[in-house]
């Protein structure tokens, strides 16, 4: 089993940075895909981010594509987002999340998920 923890989030203004971390416990984080995701109020929880285990894959959804960086510490136990040229949409709750399987995109292909840290942007 693995428990997720993010932290980093924050208010700032439009065109600020942020790097969202997400503290996982147990031996096993590096064999999990992980990935970022974020809901904002009355909305469905959209994919952000994900990383393979070993960080030679990463994929984004187009909303954040060149904005937006996810990276992982496997000696750490931690999972980055780097969000770059934040923008009032991109106000969220941000979660992360734990797959055991392949890279994927789809909510329900992870398996755990931490609390979320709230993202806000102010135009």
């Known amino acids: 089993q693995v428990q997720l923890v993010e932290s980093g989030g924050g208010l700032v203004q439009a065109g600020a940075s942020l790097r969202l971390s997400c503290a996982a416990s147990g031996r096993t984080f590096s064999s999990y895909t992980m990935g970022w995701f974020r809901q904002a109020p009355g909305k469905e929880r959209e994919f952000v981010a994900a990383?393979?285990?070993?960080?030679?894959?990463?994929v984004y959804a187009d909303s954040v594509k060149g904005r937006f960086t996810i990276s992982r510490d496997n000696a750490k136990n931690t999972v980055y987002l780097q969000m770059n040229s934040l923008k009032p949409e991109d106000t969220a709750v941000y979660f992360c999340a734990a797959n055991k399987g392949p890279l994927m995109t789809l909510a329900r292909a992870y398996e755990y998920w931490g609390r979320g840290t709230q993202v806000t942007v102010s135009s």
């Open positions: 990383i393979n285990w070993s960080a030679s894959s990463t």
